[in-house]
């Protein structure tokens, strides 16, 4: 499933950063691996979306070299990134219930 | 020291090559774990390109990148208008660099705080009397003021300045400031190093001390630890116990080297036998109003009234005020009429620019409607305008301060003396921000015509229906600039005219190939009268041998400056005819106390009787000769020559042995005074002063005419006279120059008002053929039409001349009515010219006319030279 929800893509990579800062990759890779292969993140949309969460001061971005020895940009939740993970991940729930109980009784 | 692997790793690099290299990774790392190639991993990425561009877009703020867009807009703008861009950033630039510089030099003046701590507390107070306008203060009479309660918490009296030389190494002429030891407290001023006066340093006889200028410290002394050394000043070594503070500001801004105490006798000063003169400064109790401490003090100044004669009482009144008011009162007109002439350059400028900007709005209206149809909002549009508008100025705004540093070097190189503080005038931080403030305004202002135009739909057709709707904004936008071209050019013209009087003021001496310098001689080397009266006449007998001195006299003054002595004229006894006690003053009489050679050297005709003699020069009897003027008032009707009379009412009588033409002696603007010369005789007789024709002041000028080159005989001047006394410091000056000096001001301000009213000529003119070229353009169907139906070039070239003279004419009219009243306000300005002169307003006005008529002519030639068929062509 390509996802372009809105906001989607933004809860997905602060999830996935949660456990720890990654690179766009591997974000990719994680959400990939953990959905089993259910989503699979737009790579196109993936970038621009990580560049955004950083100008707001959601991800905070760094230069590392990386599992296989290359340079590779490494983002990391910021105190702000965890808290609209929260809010987000909630909005998503309430969201999803919403969803199901319409579908349920359609 | 971190690793070299996490340095490379941190260092900053091109962000576009940082969102590459991140893409890069993600596809290699795709193509590794596909097992692909690049190429196909790229290919399922999607469009790479398009992912970097909106993360650019991510990097920078959402109105910033409008910004960007706007300026990447207007950059490629002006470029493609390179002519229209470099016009108005030069117009603009103009303005703003003159005002820059102008304000540079100001701003010190009008409204930079001063620096003092409260200088808003301090007052200056005194009395006035018309001899002398400024506050001042006999000692006795500040002594009793001081100590008497009033709305002044604190005083501070200033003898003013004195030369004072520095007698030791090579020696220097100095300023003196002389002061109560109370000033720097309360003026809140901190030495730069060492310590101010205590009150025992403040008493006759004291041990010597004094403050040096910061200027001294660094050129003189180099900056050397001075504090604690002695140094020899007028022949006395005076102890050096402190620094004061750079750009430290004498009261009066006069540039002073040291500083030194009053040292007042108070009971000597108390007998009012010898009265000194202080100018006086007072601290107001906090929450006091100047009207305040002048009510306080009216008890204190009717007390002191008493001791002045009474027929002089009416003329004397109390004096209190601010003391910035005081520190600029002779400037404040000559700052202000410069401030508001470049103000009234900028406009011009200004209203030059929205003039340019309207006219390529309309050219680029059609752009503009195909913006506004394809969905930019009004506010984006305007938003654009207002973006180009902020490029430009800032443009301007760098060319201008570069420009205003320019103007500021020709300033000084104009008149060094032309206004207090200029040598110190610098475009510093608080000019800078000025500056740029001007420049957002000036952009502002100049765009805000144009951006406030719609596109309108219309605009969209193609033709060229949407034609003169806005052409009265222009055109007024042409007068406005005539008419603030035209104030300045009045005013200019009135300080040329006042100029041109000055310049041709009779001085009533020959001023070419005179040179003069002033010698001192101090009580330590020259304790008695025979001492100095020796150096003088060895001195003036050397210069007299001297290849190429054609003349040399000796005078206790040299005209046309003031600063002479002076007696009143009342109190000039006449044989036979005592003196009437209750007479009014009537007025100031100079004294000059001269050798005979003096009226040569000057070329000073004597008119009546005989001049004096070289025998004379030995004669026991007091002798004068007057000038035409004191003749006149002393003996009405009847001869002076032969008459006897006693200054002062005491002492010797002097017999009058000739009449000398009037010659000048208040300067070159106030009036001149009635003046007596006095013979300076060999056997010298102690008379008080300063009618006393002796040598016991020690001061003496040397007059010289060359038949020479003036700048070849300077340096023999000065070697005689350091043969005599090598301790003297000799500064060598030619009468010429001198005159120029007293005339630097009005020429400082003639010429810098001359250069800002031609600026605005040049650019009112530059705008209004611009605007009839305009209107030209727009009129070309219409005037093919008219030339088709049968119009003579003539025809057509008077039309559109007529239309401009419409313009012209209601520019002139209204700067003429400002013009009037502006004028007024630079009265104190002018010479021997009135502000409404109608010959300079009327040949003023005439000029403008005339240019604005010469810059409408060529596109009005234009215009009749019109081919009929390709103006109707004309879409």
Known sequence: MTNNLQGTIDLLILKTLERGPNHGFGITLHIQEV?????????????????????????????????????????????????????????????????KKVLRFA | MKNPLSRWLSRRRDPDAELREELAYHLDRRAELDKTNPTAARRQFGNVTQTQEEMRTMRIPIWLDGLRQDLAYAARTFTRTPGFTLASVVALALGIGAVTAVFSVVDPLLFRPLPYKNADQIVSVGMSAPIQPSEWLLGPDYIEWRDKPSAIESWAAVEGTRNCDLTEGEPVRLTCGVVESTFLNLFGIQPFMGRGFTKDEDVPNARPVGLISYELWQGHFGGAPVIGHLVEMDGQKREVIGVLPKRFEFPGLRQVDW???????????????????????????????????????????NHAMDYVPPQFRKEVNLKVSGFRERQVRDFRTASLVLLGSVLGVLLVACANVANLMLARGATREREMAVRAAIGASRTRLLRQTLTENLFLSGAAGIAGVG???????????????????????????????????????????????????????????????????????????????????????????????????????????????ILFTHVALNDQRYPTLEKKQAFYLQLEDRLKHMPGAAAVALSTSVPPATHNEAMILSRIEKEGQPLDQRAPTGGMVNVRNITPVYFNALRIPIVRGRPFTEEDRNSTEGLIIVDEALAHRLYPSGTAVGKRIRPGGNGEWFTIVGVARNARNGGLFDSNAPEYYVLLRTRGIQLPRPANGTWDRGRMYVIIRTSSDVRAIAPLIRAEINRLDPKIPVEIQSLDTEVRQLAARPRFNAMLLALFAAIALALAAIGLAGVVSYLVVQRTQELGVRMALGATPSNVRSLVLNQSLKWILAGAATGLAFGLIATRGIKSMLYGVEPNDPWIIGGVTATLIAVGVLASWLPARRAARLDPMVALRHD
């Not at chain 2, 033709?463 to 007024?476: E, S």
Request: no cysteine; proline share 5%.
């Open chain 1, 35 to 99: 959905s089993d292969g259910l989503l699979k993140v737009e790579e196109g949309s993936l970038y621009p979306a990580l560049h955004r969460l950083d100008r707001d001061k959601l991800v905070d971005a760094e230069w590392k070299v990386s599992e296989n020895g290359r340079r590779a940009r490494y983002y990391k939740l910021t105190p702000q990134g965890r808290q609209a993970l929260a809010a987000q991940t909630e909005s998503w729930e309430t969201l999803r219930k919403g969803v």
């Open chain 2, 259 to 301: 500083l030194v105490p009053l040292q007042m006798d108070v009971k000597r000063q108390l007998t009012r036998q010898v009265m000194v003169i202080l100018g006086v400064f007072g601290r107001m109790k906090p929450g006091a109003t100047v009207d305040q401490v002048r009510e306080s003090l009216r008890p204190l100044f």
């Open chain 2, 403 to 513: 420009l205003g540093y320019l103007l500021l070097a020709i300033f000084r190189g104009l008149a060094p003396q032309g206004v207090p503080l200029l040598a110190t005038a610098s475009i510093d931080l608080r000019v800078l921000s000025f500056a740029l403030a001007l420049s957002v305004l000036a952009g502002t202002l100049a765009g805000l015509a144009p951006a406030l135009r719609l596109p309108s739909p219309e605009s969209l057709t193609g033709t060229r229906a949407t034609g003169v709707r806005k052409d009265w904004l222009r055109q007024t936008l042409a007068a406005a600039q005539i008419a603030i071209s035209l104030v300045l050019l009045a005013g200019s013209g009135l300080l040329i005219q006042s100029l041109w009087r000055i310049q041709q003021i009779d001085l009533g001496v020959d001023t070419g190939q």
